[in-house]
């Protein structure tokens, strides 16, 4: 008995500095992540090349701090090494059950084999494979050597276990299968954060991205992705920091880096604090890690100040440029837009309400001629622009969006706005700085929506919260509309701007007010004649608007 007794005293004693180290990993205030902006390898062995880069980024001393390491979309592996994922509830270790590779894909066993070394969790994603037999409930056809294929996050803890597995819902073109219902899943982690994955155009849809943080509460999301940028509203850190901030969450981005087709973009963002760390290249990509201490959330959401921890990162500004970085373009010419007239004075201010059927925004705008700027350089000009309707691009799945909009053009035409002009940063010099900058629209309610705050500046970042004010408040409890301002700071002006923007996102439009029939409202729970009162309240309010300007003027 005194024997059986010691060893357990000895297997105690060896636990207990795990088991203390963990606590304290809990109770800490903040976790460290790291995410990886990478350039896959285009060698004729590219998978074994790509797995041997991820595990020297995650053995490598920039990211020793970390406590998870969240890799891009589609860097890793292809259709042709595709691999078998287990089930979280089997609490598979493939380094050890498998460290020959006879089942898990040589590259799978690597990364697993990678975190437990380095004691991280670690995100990756992957192409999976899936025999079909193994999902009878999916009666869809299945392909004819008997597998689905999806684009895959997967999850490996301190100890190479996989630990959680989700799959994309919402494809972006890409060869593959999507589930047969959509999947909500989020995963535990020993320093006390439970996280949701989401992956590249998901973030666009509520299911599963928006979803998890409004219905389930999670406040920390892994967010691989293979970012196409698209102007002016769709640049990747645009995007990656607008949506946390609107969802008050922290985000954990990674992305592909070849500027070349339009891949970069990565950053770690704290709610309505802002960016932790970002970056956007615009030459041939890279292979680094990007690292931040992330205050954790508190259960009322209270923020909390920590500095930010960045390594690896550029320090210089550098103007994009056509030639730089390849930018998809918005269907602009869908929008009632007006070119803003600089004029030639010192200085220069604009009011207008701009509307698209019954979608109307307020546009306050001031601005100051910049001296010394040369005959040689090129000038972006502006237009404001409303949308009210479905983004339109094809071959994927459609949002319903409406738009409020500042946004440059290199020409006089539509054609030439939401494009980067061709010539060098050296010669690209800002032709006024803007000293005011409001856009007031008022928004329906919905089932499912987000608004987002949209800027962006000549090196593809956006503002910080730091610089605008946002408020988006329903006139009073009754009413099914919010009021929404978007605002630069009395304190601050801009140059080199390329977007300011409210972005509405309404996804499928269901249960939007004011949008169908009577009947239908009240079944999505509005009151019987609120819709017409309320519309037509807004639109009087707008008319009046413009009488008082127009009166001013005179």
Not at 8 to 18: K, T
Not at 318 to 325: G, L, N, P
Request: glycine share 6%; hydrophobic share 35%; aromatic share 12%.
């Amino acid at each position: 008995m005194a024997i059986y007794t010691s060893w357990w005293l000895l297997i105690l004693f060896c636990l207990l500095p795990d088991m203390s180290q963990q606590a304290a990993l809990a109770e800490a205030d903040y976790y460290t992540a790291g995410v990886v902006e990478f350039r896959q390898s285009i060698s004729l062995s590219p998978t074994s090349e790509n797995a041997a880069a991820y595990a020297e980024i995650i053995n490598s001393e920039n990211a020793s701090a970390t406590d998870i390491i969240v890799f891009p979309e589609s860097t890793l592996n292809s259709g042709s090494t595709a691999t078998f994922v287990p089930h979280p509830d089997e609490q598979v270790n493939p380094c050890l059950s498998d460290p020959n590779a006879t089942y898990y894909e040589e590259f799978f066993v690597t990364i697993s084999c990678a975190a437990r070394n380095a004691s991280k969790y670690v995100v990756i994603n992957l192409t999976e494979k899936q025999k079909c037999e193994d999902v009878p409930e999916d009666t869809r056809p299945c392909a004819s050597n008997g597998l689905n294929v999806y684009n895959t996050n997967a999850v490996f803890d301190r100890e190479g276990v996989v630990v959680s597995r989700y799959r994309k819902v919402h494809l972006y073109g890409e060869p593959k299968n999507s589930t047969y219902l959509p999947e909500l899943i989020t995963f535990e982690t020993d320093f006390g954060v439970t996280f949701g994955h989401f992956i590249c155009f998901d973030i666009l849809f509520y299911t599963p991205a928006h979803q998890l943080a409004n219905e389930q509460g999670i406040t920390d999301f892994v967010f691989p992705a293979m970012w196409f940028s698209q102007l002016p509203f769709l640049t990747a850190v645009q995007i990656q920091q607008g949506w946390a901030y609107s969802n008050n969450v922290n985000l954990l981005a990674a992305g592909a880096s070849r500027p070349s087709i339009g891949n970069s973009g990565s950053g770690i963002y704290h709610g309505r604090n802002g960016t932790l760390t970002s970056v956007m290249r615009q030459d041939s990509g890279e292979r680094t890690i990007y690292v931040a201490q992330v205050p954790k959330f508190t259960k009322s959401r209270s923020l909390q100040k920590r500095m930010k921890r960045d390594l690896g990162g550029s320090t210089s500004r550098q103007v994009a440029e056509s030639s730089s970085y390849f930018m998809k373009r918005d269907y602009l010419e869908n929008y009632e837009t007006e070119v803003v007239e600089l004029g030639s004075g010192e200085t220069g201010n604009l009011s207008r309400t701009l509307c698209q059927g019954s979608f109307c925004c307020d546009f306050n705008i001031s601005w100051r001629f910049l001296e010394g700027t040369g005959d040689s350089s090129s000038y972006y000009s502006y237009r404001l622009g409303t949308y009210d309707g479905w983004r339109n691009e094809q071959r994927v799945d459609a949002n319903y969006i409406r738009n409020c909009g500042l946004f440059t053009c290199t020409g006089p035409t539509i054609d030439d706005c939401g494009q980067l002009l061709p010539i060098s940063g050296e010669l690209q010099e800002p032709q006024v700085t803007f000293t005011r900058l409001e856009i007031g629209t008022t928004y329906p309610e919905s089932r499912e929506f987000l608004l987002i705050p949209q800027s962006l500046q000549d090196n593809l970042m956006p503002l910080e919260p730091s610089q605008f004010e946002w408020s988006q408040e329903k006139a009073s409890e009754e009413s099914y509309q919010y009021e929404v301002r978007f605002a630069l700071k009395d304190s601050q002006e801009v140059s080199n701007l390329l977007t300011f923007a409210v972005y509405g996102n309404y996804y499928d439009n269901e249960c939007t007010f004011g949008v169908g029939s009577e009947e239908q409202q009240v079944t999505c729970g509005y009151k019987s004649g609120s819709s017409r009162r309320e519309v037509l309240g807004s639109g009087l309010f707008v008319v009046l608007a413009i009488l008082a300007l127009t009166w001013s003027r005179n």
